[in-house]
């Protein structure tokens, strides 16, 4: 039996309290699962894709360990430590971390590349519960001697695919060999090929395995467009979009993203004055009135949320049909964060992506991390053939041209793709 509740989960106080401020009730089926074999001690092998809830799933178990049995770390050495393929990850990661252990004393930080490596250096000084860390950066560390493995009492291997695909093997079977044997190891892929196996094989002791079936998962379900548009355009083009919606008749929420505070700020108090239940969300505002907007949004009397990234990430409304993504991220790893947003629980979503002039780039960023191009949609009276060419003609031969849709919005045309990352 799989408890449907977190309160039947055998989780320390201070998790329950935390689970609670987020309001999550219900574990995702991966956490059901999980939480339960990592509190016993397991290793485990874990098929499944963001967006499922993993990360809280390995998570909670550690901060539970942590929490119960609290230890003075020795310097420069890790109890836990998370390996993720990129920086953005790993950040991710952390936060998840800083979010779930808020009420729970312990010390974390990141290691990454790109950045100067002196306030990693200084931040493994005296040690620290949880280590979240790019293979690369780690290795030149622990070279340098600022980090010593010997100390891990927990490893979480994540998003393994991804760091295979990066050329990451040589340098994580490196790691893995300074691992001390006693150890309770974690490991997470979207795809089981053999290779993975293999490797899961040598790191693994006697794992559970978990399987999230992909068609069930949020990326199966999502029909995902782009619009080749003006940056003037963008604002009637989403009117048009959120008009088409509010006439649906099973209505659903609506998330639009924004890369800034102050333009998801100036996009809500637009669409009101159009007569939209608008509201926004971004770092600037305090919790309170973020849990203000947040409730007000699930109950539906708001059903536009203009969010920036940051805000949207304790974000989950099972009831979320339809995400606008109104400036294309930078970082192309949070395009599949956003519209995991959406077809949650194995419901259908739609994701419309706007890409200006000024984007292209970051579409083709994108759609080479997805492994797919986004098709278009370009029945509306905004549609600028020339950068739809445009883009067409920069994308690499990887990709077959994607299909023109002249079918209007969620009937026909539909495409589904596989946002795997
Ligand atoms: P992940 O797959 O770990 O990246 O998680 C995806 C998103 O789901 C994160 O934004 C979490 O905040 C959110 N989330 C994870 N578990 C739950 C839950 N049990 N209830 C509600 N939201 C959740």
Redesign the pocket.
Known sequence: MTPTRFEALPLAAPLHRVLRELH?T???PI?AQAIPLLLQGRDLLGCAQ???????GFALPILQALHERPRQVRPRTCRTLVLAPTRELAG?VGK?FTTYGQHIRFRQTLVYGGVGQVPQVNAMRAGVDVLVATPGRLLDLIDQRHIDLSQVEFFVLDEVDRMLDMGFLRDVKRIVAMLPARRQSLFFSATLAPNIVELAQTILRDPAHISIAPETTTAENIEQQVCFVSREAKRPLLEQLLRAQAGAKDQKLTIVFSRTKHGANKLAKSLCAAGFGADAIHGNKSQAQREKALDRFKRGLTPVLVATDVAA??V?VRAIGLVVNYDLPNEPEAYVHRI?RTARAGADGRAVSFCSEEELEYLREIEKIIRMPIPRWDDHDWHIEELAARHARGKSGVFKTPHSSHQAGRGGGRSRGRGRR
């Open positions: 999550y219900t574990p995702t956490q963001t967006g499922t809830g993993k990360t809280a991710q998840s990430r304790g989950d995991g």
